[in-house]
């Protein structure tokens, strides 16, 4: 099962996680709304865990 956790701005389909784009109108998801975005965020978490922990 594909994650799909943000809708497309414009036409409100269910977006999987992993396409850069909407799967209905084919427009360009925001950056945050990507793969990239979320590894992101988890990288800065556990790096601020490692940090406060240390
Ligand atoms: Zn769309």
Not at 19 to 48: D, E, M, W
Not at 49 to 54: E, I, K, Y
């Amino acid at each position: 099962m594909a994650l799909r956790l943000y809708h497309c701005a414009k036409c409100g389909h269910k977006m999987r996680l992993a396409s850069s784009q909407c799967g209905r109108c084919y427009s360009k998801k925001p950056f945050h709304q990507t793969i990239g975005a979320l590894f992101l965020v988890v990288v800065c978490i556990g790096s601020v865990t490692v940090v406060a922990f240390a």
